[in-house]
């Protein structure tokens, strides 16, 4: 049979040193980006602005005039990482954000997914992100019009912003289903949910550990979310009563996230359902808001922690495997929230069997000023008031049991 038609011809779409800014994690047009990338190596040099990558859209094996940009290393976007073709911007999620919203960033030409409602309305569905704002300075602004993609309220887009051209999806949105628990997971899980009480506001992100936490709160009532995304788990968690979004201080009866990142079960349950807001970053991460949510807790991981209390969520060996995004955003929430917690959870040893708690880390994203709790499958180390030495005592005292000693030596030896 013939291969069939590319959905869109790029030549002269694409001028050369373009910045090309692409929906991301679930909200990838996949439809627009696969097309992009099998006929990138005919077009002039561009740049490509990703975010989390959950499809297998782009990789080392893309076209060497395409240079990639992203705000961290998240999902697959370590394959252009290792290979060494992802540029890596530091910041914090909601500052790259604001960089498109104040035309610091300036893309030129932007891929979306959305999604259609009744009478022709128009949802960025999964994502209200960096995209709309990219979009409204853009030259080109290219739709993909997707009929499996969830129409979400708070994610309209702007009649004010143009849409030049439209495909038509040819394939469902991507999904990411939970990761299950395992044993190391679940011996976290329990720590960090004895620190989550009825009437929490919750923050979370992606992966095993938060997954394994939130599994635990079932039991719990009138919880709320704010947080900058959301997962099938959240569907659990309103359908057994735990989450009622009642007590949030703000936005009452109302789930707020920034993403939504899960399988087709989440992506039906949020379709046109009001009691979803999908906000854009500047009111999911927006420090004024969050000091407004009652006991805002926010669950947030890492590679590794120092004996101070400093967090490195970005790189280990001088190699960026991860990203600031929003962690330095919702610790500083929590702790401005009433009765907030900020927590932050990981296994106490890597894959290699090397402590993930270490004298020094080699890369700060959260300073050790705002560091409240730490939490490994051997404990929880609380250090918000805390001086250096004893939170030096507390980390090692929930290191795995043969780096004790280790790190003990260290902290002597300084």
């Known amino acids: 049979m013939p291969e069939p038609a ?22 990838e047009p996949v439809t627009l980006t696969e097309a992009l990338m099998a006929q990138a190596a005919q077009l002039p040099p561009f740049r490509m602005m990703i975010g989390p990558v959950f499809s297998d859209t ?25 290979a060494g073709r992802l540029d890596v911007i530091p910041s914090n999620y909601s500052a790259f954000c604001a960089d498109f919203a104040a035309r610091r960033h300036r893309a030129d030409v932007v891929l979306v997914q959305l999604a259609e409602g009744g009478g022709g309305r128009l949802s960025a569905s999964l994502s209200n992100d960096y995209v709309i704002d990219a ?62 009480a009825d009437g929490s506001t919750l923050q979370f992100g992606v992966g095993r550990i938060p997954d394994a936490i939130l599994s635990t709160l079932s039991h719990l009532r009138n919880l709320g979310i704010h947080s900058g995304l959301i997962n099938d788990a959240v569907v ?33 349950f949020v379709h ?11 009111y999911t991460h927006g ?35 991860g990203a600031i995004g929003g962690q330095l955003d919702f610790v500083r929430g929590a702790n401005a929230s009433p009765g907030g917690r900020a927590i932050i959870a990981l296994p106490a040893t890597a894959s290699d069997g090397t402590s993930r708690i270490v004298g020094r880390v080699e890369t ?51």
């Open 58 to 82: 782009f990789s080392a094996t893309c076209p060497p005039n395409v240079a990639f940009q992203s705000y961290g290393v998240i999902g697959n976007a370590r394959r252009l990482a290792k």
């Open 135 to 196: 979009a409204r300075g853009a030259r080109r602004v290219i739709a993909e019009i997707n009929p499996d993609a969830p129409f979400t309220f708070g994610a309209e887009w702007p009649d004010e912003v143009p849409i030049h051209l439209r495909v038509a999806a040819r394939r469902p949105p991507v999904e990411l289903a939970s990761t299950p628990p395992d044993d190391v997971s679940r011996r976290i899980a329990v720590h960090a949910a004895s620190l989550i």
């Open 236 to 268: 659990d968690l309103i359908a057994c009563g735990a989450v009622t979004n009642a007590d949030k201080g703000i936005d009452a009866g109302i789930t707020v996230t920034n993403q939504v990142i899960g399988t087709q079960r989440l992506y039906r």
């Open 287 to 321: 420090q004024n808001v969050l000091a407004q949510v009652n006991r805002l807790v926010a669950i947030n991981s890492a590679l590794q922690v120092g004996l101070d209390g400093s967090v490195n969520s970005e790189t280990l060996n001088g190699v960026a495997i």
């Open 272 to 282: 046109e359902n009001r009691t979803v807001a999908v906000r854009p970053t500047s």
């Open 364 to 414: 700060v994203t959260t300073p050790r000023a705002d560091v409240d709790a730490i939490v490994t499958e051997w404990g929880i180390a609380e250090l918000r008031g805390c001086g250096l030495a004893e939170r030096a005592r507390r980390m090692i005292a929930i290191a795995a049991p043969e780096h004790r000693e280790g790190l003990s030596a260290q902290l002597r030896a300084r």
């Open 6 to 27: 590319a959905p869109i011809d790029f030549s002269g779409l694409i001028r050369e040193g373009d910045l090309v800014v692409c929906g991301q994690a679930t909200a």
